[in-house]
């Protein structure tokens, strides 16, 4: 049973314009949740992070929206750049108990075409 | 400051082997975790270790699996006798608190044929 999903295996999204990734996560334990790069042969890169507590956090080109309600996340980047084609992965953690390390979503292909 | 390293990069072994896998996590980061990613699927936690002790081992798939950190510096994951669904990438993470900060390694890639 995944507990992060990240239902779009894949994005592609014209140079300049936003790229929105989605994560939807089903457990109300979570409190933190994180995005990270991935390029082919890397290991993760840590992006951008949000506590549950607040409902947006930026940083430069990339912004993290969280809708408790809905249990669902967003990253958004704008504009998008060539470099920024990698996976992204949504990652959630919970202080209430549970597994001590991330759960993670499947991760999501984006590609900016130029 | 030098990332988390592992090594070896890539191990292709046959099944029945043993494989030992190498991290060395950031200098001062007592939490170093382990995680796997198979055949493209989610990365999965495997166990956290909290300078050299076990924390959490939730998510050893079972006792052909044995990591240790010994004196709390480097940790190693052996697994024996290696099965063909072993097969994946290998991540090593450290951080100084747990969850956040999380470093990653460019992990091990395992191939068991």
């Known amino acids: 049973d995944q507990q992060v999903k990240q239902n779009s295996p894949s994005l592609s999204v014209q140079e300049g314009r936003i790229s929105i990734l989605n994560c939807d996560y089903t457990?109300?334990?979570?409190?933190?949740f994180l995005w990270y790069k991935k390029y082919p042969a890397e290991g993760p890169t840590f992006l951008i992070s949000i506590s549950s507590i607040k409902d947006k956090n930026e940083d430069g080109r990339f912004t993290v929206f969280l809708n408790k309600s809905a249990k669902h996340l967003s990253l958004h980047i704008v504009p998008s750049q060539p470099g920024d084609s990698a996976v992204y992965f949504c990652?959630?953690?919970?202080?209430?108990?549970?597994?001590?390390?991330?759960?993670f979503g499947k991760g999501t292909h984006l590609i900016i075409q130029p | 400051e030098a990332g988390v390293t592992q090594f070896p990069s890539h191990s292709v072994i046959e099944k029945g082997q043993t494989v030992t896998l190498r991290c060395d996590p950031i200098?001062?980061?007592?939490?170093l975790y382990w995680y796997r990613r198979v055949m493209g699927k989610e990365i999965k936690f495997l166990l956290h270790f909290v300078k050299e002790s076990k924390q959490d081992e939730s998510g050893m798939p079972n006792n052909r699996f044995l990591a240790e950190r010994t004196g709390g510096t480097y940790s190693t994951l052996k697994v024996q006798p290696a099965e063909l669904e072993d097969s994946g990438v290998y991540f090593c993470a450290s951080s100084q608190a747990r969850g956040a900060g999380v470093s990653f390694g460019p992990g091990t890639r395992l191939t068991v044929t």
């Open positions: 990652a959630a953690i919970g202080s209430g108990g549970g597994a001590d390390g991330l759960t």
């Open positions: 200098s001062g980061h007592d939490n």
């Open positions: 457990n109300s334990m979570f409190d933190y």
